[in-house]
């Protein structure tokens, strides 16, 4: 009989990128941790023995907890949250049964520090159109739901990076920028280890637009216009970036799931 309290890697790698993914808590010992020190998209690292002190932060979430392999630990943490009314559930076969599977795992050598929040920073240029808003999906997306963007003016970019500990990005001479027709997504896509056909697919796109080269992808012309109409919908970039969400995870979806599917409205045929 399947479990009521463990979620599959089926179940949860349906989930990934979406905008309704549960919360998902690595609680693996350092050992295990340190032989593999890769996550599960948008995972945060917590301790199973201070399950009592770290629960509240997931209040109101539906919460998937990975171990090793599914067992004590995750099952462990998953009933206590359950017992603090929080949605919980274990990964069956844990972090080996999802690495087994090729599930995606993002590396963690080039994660960024985080605050006292436990959040990533990121500070880019204001205003933005596609590459900016691109990198904020996928950062919340895959790699840190929780992260914050800073949009200050181009000139002050690298001077608020060092005043407030954030990573810049999108622009030149750094580290997550363009890299000769590749834009910052592409290159996210890459240092994070996230290639993956939908990912991949989307990312296409992206660069067509964001580098005016729109031949590459028959989406990118709308893609472009719909971005660029919502960069004069909203004079607050963090709003826009809010209402650019729902564009991109459309798109994601789309590159997932429906790149076969077609719409036609056909005729009912001639009167007779």
């Known amino acids: 009989m399947p479990s009521t309290t463990a979620i599959t890697v089926s179940q949860l790698s349906r989930l990934i990128g979406l905008p309704g993914a549960p919360a998902i808590v690595d609680v693996r010992v350092d050992d295990d941790y ?3 020190p890769r996550l599960l998209p948008a995972s945060s690292r ?3 023995k201070t399950v009592q002190a770290w629960a509240a932060d997931f209040a109101g979430s539906r919460v998937a907890v990975v171990c090793q392999k599914g067992q004590k630990l995750s099952q462990g943490v998953a009933a206590w949250l359950r017992h603090e009314g929080i949605a919980a559930e274990s990964l069956e076969g844990g972090f080996e049964a999802w690495r087994d599977a090729k599930g995606l795992l993002v590396r963690t050598d080039k994660m960024p520090p985080r605050d006292h929040k436990s959040r990533t920073v990121w500070v880019t240029r204001a205003r933005p159109k596609v590459d900016r808003i691109a990198c904020p999906w996928l950062i919340r997306r ?3 739901p929780g992260a914050v963007f800073l949009f200050v003016e181009a000139a002050e970019v690298a001077a608020a990076a060092d005043r407030f500990q954030a990573v810049p ?4 001479d750094v580290f997550w920028s363009h890299r000769g027709e590749r834009c910052t997504f592409d ?3 890459e ?3 996230l290639e993956s056909e939908p990912l991949d697919r989307l990312a296409m796109i992206v660069r067509a637009a964001d580098t005016a080269s729109l031949d590459l992808a028959p989406q990118a012309a709308g893609f472009l216009a719909a971005s660029l109409g919502l960069s004069r919908m909203f004079r607050d970039d963090l709003e826009q970036l809010q209402a650019g ?3 991109y995870d459309a798109f994601f979806r789309w590159c997932r799931d429906a790149t076969e599917e077609t719409h036609n409205w056909p005729s009912a ?3 007779a």
């Open 34 to 36: 340190n032989a593999d």
């Open 46 to 48: 917590r301790h199973f």
């Open 142 to 144: 895959f790699i840190d």
């Open 169 to 172: 990005f999108d622009i030149d």
């Open 187 to 189: 290159t996210m896509i």
């Open 191 to 193: 240092e994070f280890g």
């Open 245 to 247: 969400m729902l564009l």
């Open 269 to 271: 045929g001639k009167p």
